[in-house]
């Protein structure tokens, strides 16, 4: 069923069962901490018209979940805060001191959450992320991004699938940044491929904080480029809706 709306969204994904044999829980339905309104990124669906798509991978476990919530109630909600997720944390800090935090729709390529038998370091397995590929088609629809940030290799896969466009060969660290144009119906998004928050367990080359904050910025740059050349209402109808 095709998502026109926010609310049309919201009711096909949480009325989906498809990953429940892969370990998954249906965020917006199975867990006791959220209900139907109250997401993960709750606070980001009013950045529908922001212009910016961040991508991750999935949100990890129940109690990642509620770390998010908590952090996202506070009053300084894009302040970080102790006991929270550190990626979580770390992308708020770099999207704030570039100037986006208050523009960017936050997402993951799989929206379930991991339960009982999948631990939050496990890859998780590609069915989950050809199952969540029409969700993430439907939020490209309604968000309508410029760019779309894909943080992470796993991220920037599935993001390529769900747009229907060649997996890249290059890992992250040696395209990290690019601006990659995709076809998108008549419109062409800006795909960028960019380092996971997290920071791996062996760094070597991986950017620092400080670097990694000045890396957001060009995308700031690019991102009113578009909006200058490309009219918002133009521009979403070239869109359209991703089938």
Partial sequence: MTSTTWTDFVNNAAACRACAGHGMANILTNLSTCDRWDLPWYDNYRNLDGGL??????FGNEDTVQQQRAFRSRDSCWEPGEGLDKSYVRLTRFLKSADLAREAFLTNAALCVRSGMSQETDALPQAIYNNCSRHLRAQVSLAKPYVIVA??????????????YPRLKQGVTKIAGDRIPVRVNRATVTLVPFFHPSRPQNAHGWPDDRQLSDLYRPIRAH??????????????QAVGILQ
């Avoid at 798509?53 to 999935?58: E, H």
């Fill in 223 to 236: 991102l009113d480029d578009l909006r200058s050349r490309t009219g918002r209402e133009a521009y979403r």
């Fill in 151 to 164: 943080l992470g290799k796993d991220a920037l896969d599935f993001t390529c699938d769900a747009l229907r």
């Fill in 53 to 58: 798509m961040i991508v991750g991978m999935d």
